[in-house]
Antibody, heavy 118, light 108 residues
Framework: QVHLQESGPGLVKPSETLSLTCTVS????????WSWIRQPPGKGLEWIGYLYYIGSTDYNPSLKSRVTISLDTSKNQFSLKLRSVTAADTAVYYC????????????WGQGTLVTVSS | EIVLTQSPGTLSLSPGERATLSCGAS???????LGWYQQKPGQAPRLLIY???SRATGIPDRFSGRGSGTDFTLTISRLEPEDFAVYFCQQYGSSPWTFGQGTKVEIK
């Protein structure tokens, strides 16, 4: 059974770059949509963007200028980079996998809290 | 951007009762691209329904979804204690993918 696990620093300073990795176990990194979604404490869900396994990407326009999602098939991982962070980027960050046979965000990692603070 | 509006914000019910949650879309969404999620405190969302009415793997049949266009509904036929949680709808047919703000189902 496929399992997704987010990892990365829990604290990032304002104006720096937030970098997270999602490690995929129990399944291939190919053939799916690989997404990042975030949830500020006590608030709703915001889709950040996805990378489709063939290399195409799509990002939320609200974050597009600051986001990069990439895939490392050799490590069965995909990653998120969010540049120039502010306190408003404090959130639980989730990675997710899926396809359009069901939902492109069918399976989620447990999430990791990233706090932006000096 | 497609805006999803969920109602009510909070639903106070007793175990065994029926829960009906609504998700309105503006503009409309193709039903094949509408999903519902359950989220419990400290946990990731779990997919319940995709394509507006198809249950995800392992989801009990007390959960059902229906709707099309601008109006979608998630129904829990008889609430079990483990069903008290927050529920989100999501559309993934138009970029950016968007979520509703959530409906909390709480114990009355």
């Amino acid at each position: 059974q496929v399992h997704l696990q987010e990892s990365g620093p829990g604290l990032v300073k304002p104006s720096e770059t937030l970098s997270l990795t999602c490690t995929v176990s129990g399944g291939s990194i190919s053939n799916f949509y690989w997404s990042w979604i975030r949830q500020p404490p006590g608030k709703g869900l915001e889709w950040i963007g996805y990378l489709y396994y063939i290399g195409s990407t799509d990002y939320n326009p609200s974050l597009k200028s600051r986001v990069t999602i990439s895939l490392d098939t050799s490590k069965n991982q995909f990653s998120l980079k969010l540049r120039s962070v502010t306190a408003a980027d404090t959130a639980v960050y989730y990675c997710a996998r899926g396809d359009y046979n069901t939902s492109p965000t069918e399976i989620w990692g447990q999430g990791t809290l990233v706090t932006v603070s000096s | 951007e497609i805006v999803l509006t969920q109602s009510p914000g909070t639903l106070s019910l007793s175990p065994g009762e029926r829960a009906t949650l609504s998700c309105g879309a503006s503009p409309s969404v193709s039903s094949i691209y509408l999903g519902w999620y359950q989220q419990k405190p400290g946990q990731a969302p779990r997919l319940l329904i995709y394509g507006a009415s198809s249950r995800a793997t392992g989801i009990p049949d007390r959960f059902s979804g229906r709707g099309s266009g601008t109006d979608f509904t998630l129904t829990i036929s008889r609430l079990e204690p483990e069903d008290f949680a927050v529920y989100f709808c999501q559309q993934y047919g138009s970029s950016p993918w968007t979520f509703g703000q959530g409906t909390k189902v709480e114990i009355k």
